[in-house]
């Protein structure tokens, strides 16, 4: 995967470690990986799949996360 490309600080340090990373900028797909292990696998999703995901995270369907 590529290097993080943001200013912010990584979210696992805002929410206690729980987060993921995903590697932007790839044509028609969105690299995911457990930030805890950057040497470790990596799903891959379509840019729909993950954009319907995220769309139902904000909109609250998997509850508190």
């Not at 979210?11 to 995903?22: D, S």
């Not at 930030?35 to 904000?58: E, H, N």
Request: proline share 11%; net charge negative.
């Amino acid at each position: 995967m590529t290097e993080r490309r943001s200013a912010a600080p990584p979210a696992h340090r805002r929410n206690g470690g729980e987060c993921i990373e995903v590697a932007p900028g790839l044509p028609g797909i969105v690299p995911v990986r457990d930030s805890k292990d950057p040497s470790g696998p990596a799903l891959v999703f379509s840019g729909d799949a993950f954009a319907a995901f995220v769309s139902s995270v904000r909109a609250g369907e998997f509850g508190d996360v």
